[in-house]
């Protein structure tokens, strides 16, 4: 059964800090990864999707990585805000044909001004 | 696009009443989900449509929640009659196709009293 870990549950650096956050997974058959961010009380902002296929996936200040074989993705939040203060989510969608996403309990940045 | 629009956003009703939640897709998307979000139990994937189509409702509590969609640009989420235990964020999702990403509304959040 697949499971999504996300380490640490919380995180709080100063401002203009580079971080990463990282989410595990025990299956490597997965499809693709994505990241998403939720900001208190609103709905669910995808970030980046990774292909099976895929390293890595940029936009901004942000990258992604994919390790399938370890199991593990990190997103790379660099420069760090205020506005980035969020909580971040990964998931992962399984190799077969079910289109459930399997999801992390994410992990709640918090960045200092 | 507007994305995925979700109404109402807020709802507050007395157990026992019906409550009906819409969702308006993607113009294009071909794939609609229904998730759940509590504090305990996280996200989670309650029904999802393809073409219009359920494919999966395994993760519909009970027979109290049903979901349609009569077309490609409407579904609804009807739970009848609602419990204290109900209260959750409910987030609809589309998809398009198999190399995309989610993209959620911004939920309505459903309190029964």
């Known amino acids: 059964k697949q499971e999504v870990t996300q380490i640490p549950a919380a995180l709080s650096v100063p401002e203009g800090e580079n971080l990463v956050l990282n989410c595990s997974f025990t299956d490597s058959a997965i499809y693709n990864l994505q990241w998403f961010r939720q900001d208190p009380g609103k709905g669910l902002t995808s970030l980046l999707l990774i292909q099976s296929s895929q390293r890595e996936q940029t936009s901004g200040r942000l990258n992604a990585s994919l390790d399938k074989s370890s199991g593990r993705s990190t997103l790379y939040i660099a420069a760090s805000q205020p506005g980035d203060s969020a909580t971040y989510l990964c998931a992962v969608r399984l190799e077969d044909s079910n289109y459930q996403l399997i999801w992390g309990a994410g992990t709640k940045l918090i960045i200092k001004p | 696009d507007a994305g995925v629009i979700q109404s109402p956003r807020h709802e507050v009703t007395e157990m026992g009443q019906e409550v009906t939640l819409r969702c308006k897709p993607i113009s294009g998307h071909d794939y609609l989900f229904w998730y759940r979000q509590t504090m305990m139990r996280g996200l989670e994937l309650l029904i999802y449509?393809?073409?219009?189509?359920?494919?999966?409702d395994s993760g519909m509590p009970e027979d109290r929640f049903s979901a349609k969609m009569p077309n490609a640009s409407f579904s609804t989420l009807k739970i009848q009659p609602s419990e204290p235990r109900d209260s959750a964020v409910y987030f609809c999702a589309s998809s398009l196709v198999d190399t995309h990403g989610y993209t959620f509304g911004s939920g309505t959040r459903l309190t029964v009293v």
């Open positions: 449509f393809n073409n219009n189509v359920p494919i999966d």
